[in-house]
């Protein structure tokens, strides 16, 4: 039989048992059929390369390369192989949001190799899933990994994998781990630990992540020999990309203060070392947590590159931009509020609305004599003659008309860039500019570093996207912001009020009192600007009040408002208090 015959053989064997898979979790289990890939090339347009399976976790489908089967020798453990790709949809990982936490998790027990994290946790779920399956399902899951074993695949690594599968499944020595020349007492003993951890957390497997990568972080450490392992661990990496594909996931900006806490030695645990033996560790962790999060509000969140980094793992093809909006976003959304309004009274018009007699004490002006003649050629006042009555359109209630709002950060050399530090400046706009679109105004959003660079969205705006891209971007020129950015919304009077806020520092004064290429000076185009937006301004200083008095008395002249904040962390209370301090709103 050739080759294409054994692959349509199969194909044929392993859908005629896709149900009985599927008895193997839940009776009620509803999935799509997998993906059956006749050809190696059919499976690499499903995404699929390196193993003979992997599951999508955005669509919930399985792709099974037979091809691949056929040529591995192990056309005969179709129940296995796809119950084992069930359970990835069902038990570990099963969702996105899951997922992305135990990843999350594994990366906080490797320091410096977070880059290994997707393979840990593929390996991990697939531990939990084939015990489960070979211990109490009955499969024959040990005899999938004899037909894969080849005295090649063998390095200390894979020892250790097959190692375990040997404690947890009360193997010989070497049924699995064939290969002697790997053998220690190290790899039995940390294979040991592993097996005990795989049993002790197959109920509440997420808190074990961590404590996994630990144990397995020794063994991960050389590039080269990681590189190598790698390649030959391949055909087990049916998870890795899981995620591919997938949009934002809510939730994982903030810090998993409980995930710290697992990551756990085991060997020390093993041996009994106390808490006061094991202080060095403590605060190598606390350091570890300083450096990985407690950025933002209450210190409860992870740094954007880690965010970013987590993420990409997550989804590869992610969009570092997309991501970084979302992260921002999602840090805002618990202090946007509704956004203060212009009340104003509703113009009515008088609309026609019946006739009623017209007598001879109503003015002569109002007799519709049209109608009077319609009614009766006779012209009889008080009897035939006829007036139009007339209401009003208007319900006599008062319209929101929220103000809009222009937003300048500076973005000069002395701020942080927002991609790789939590920036407090673009949360406060984020939360004021997101509160603005919320309530129906249109925003308009500026960094700027001068003299240097400056990028400004497309005037006022409704786009929550483009409007959190521009924010989110990062110049480092220049000292301080420009006031010349404020002609172009704002040399003339615009066709609706504005609110103008500017957030900035002492340096801003140094600008205002810099030349300028024409005759009005920064301070005078300050005061127009302020003037012709018809709302309000105000220019929120990182200074202390004393500082720079008489400019600050110079500006509230005009009209500005000045907000002092000492530290940045301040910026998200005048964010949230923005509303109620400026505007009237119901």
């Keep these: 039989m050739n080759n294409q015959s054994n692959i349509e053989t199969t194909f044929k064997l392993w859908q005629s048992l896709w149900q009985a898979a599927k008895l193997e979790w839940n009776p009620l289990l509803r999935l799509q059929e997998p993906i059956w890939c006749l050809s190696h090339q059919e499976a690499q347009k499903e995404g699929l390369t390196g193993s003979f399976a992997m599951i999508r976790l955005t669509d919930h489908r399985i792709v099974i390369n037979l091809e691949e089967i056929v040529e591995r020798g192990i056309t005969n453990y179709a129940l296995e192989v796809l119950a084992h790709e069930i359970g990835h949809h069902i038990f570990a990982p099963a969702n996105l949001y899951d997922n992305a936490i135990l990843l999350n998790r594994i990366r906080f027990g490797l320091p410096g190799l977070e880059d290994r994290a997707p393979m840990v946790s593929n390996l991990y779920t697939d531990f939990l899933i084939n015990d489960k399956l070979q211990r109490t399902n009955k499969l024959q899951m040990v005899e999938v990994y004899k037909a894969i074993n080849s005295e090649d695949t063998f390095s200390e690594f894979w020892t250790l994998m097959m190692r375990t599968y040997e404690y947890l499944w009360r193997l010989n020595r070497g049924e699995l781990a064939s290969n002697k020349s790997f053998h220690s007492k190290k790899i039995d003993a940390d294979a040991s630990l592993l097996a005990h951890l795989i049993r002790s957390y197959s109920k509440n497997w997420m808190h074990g992540g961590g404590r996994f990568a630990v144990l397995l972080y020794p063994y991960l450490m050389d590039d080269k020999s990681f590189q190598e392992t790698r390649k030959k661990i391949l055909i087990l990496l049916d998870a890795e990309d899981a995620g591919m594909g997938a949009m934002n996931i809510s939730g994982m900006t903030t810090l998993d203060l409980e995930g710290y806490d697992e990551i756990i030695d085991m060997r020390k645990e093993a041996i009994g070392l106390k808490d006061d033996d094991d202080q060095n560790k403590k605060e190598s962790l606390v350091s570890e947590k300083n450096k990985a999060g407690g950025q933002g509000p209450r210190n409860a969140y992870m740094g954007p590159g880690n965010y970013i980094d987590l993420m990409k793992q997550l989804n590869p093809n992610a969009d570092e931009q997309h991501l970084l909006n979302g992260y921002y976003k999602e840090i805002a959304l618990p202090h946007l509020i509704d956004f203060p309004v212009e009340i104003s009274e509703n113009v009515s018009l008088d609309l026609p609305e019946g006739l009623e007699t017209w007598d001879i004490g109503d003015p002569m002006e109002e007799v519709d004599w049209l109608q009077s003649s319609i009614l009766s050629p006779t012209l ?21 008309n929220p103000l809009n709002v222009y937003i300048g950060i500076d973005c000069s050399g002395s701020m942080m860039n927002p991609r790789q530090n939590f920036s407090w400046p673009i949360l406060a706009a984020t939360v004021i500019g997101l509160s603005a679109l919320r309530a129906g105004a249109s925003v ?69 009192d810099s030349d300028t290429p024409n005759k009005q000076t920064h301070w005078e185009l300050a005061e127009l600007a302020l003037k012709n937006a018809g709302g309000h301004g105000t220019m929120v200083l990182h200074s202390h009040p004393d500082y720079e008095k008489d400019f600050v008395i110079r500006l509230e002249k005009m009209g500005w408002n000045v907000y002092y904040v000492t530290n940045e962390a301040e910026l998200l209370k005048f964010a949230q208090d923005f509303s109620h301090q400026n505007y009237n709103y119901v």
Excluded: W
């Design 444 to 512: 308009m959003g500026c960094l700027s570093g001068e003299p240097g660079s400056y990028l400004e969205t497309d005037g006022f705006i409704d786009d929550e996207t483009d409007l959190l891209t521009t924010l989110t971007s990062y110049l480092g020129t220049g000292y301080a912001y420009g006031i010349e950015r404020l002609r172009k919304p704002f040399e003339k009077i615009p066709t609706k009020k504005s609110h103008i806020v500017i957030v900035t520092d002492n340096d801003i004064f140094s600008m205002l």
């Design 380 to 400: 009889i006042p008080g009897l035939t003659t006829q007036k139009r009555t007339y209401g009003s359109d208007a319900d006599n209630s008062l319209s929101e």
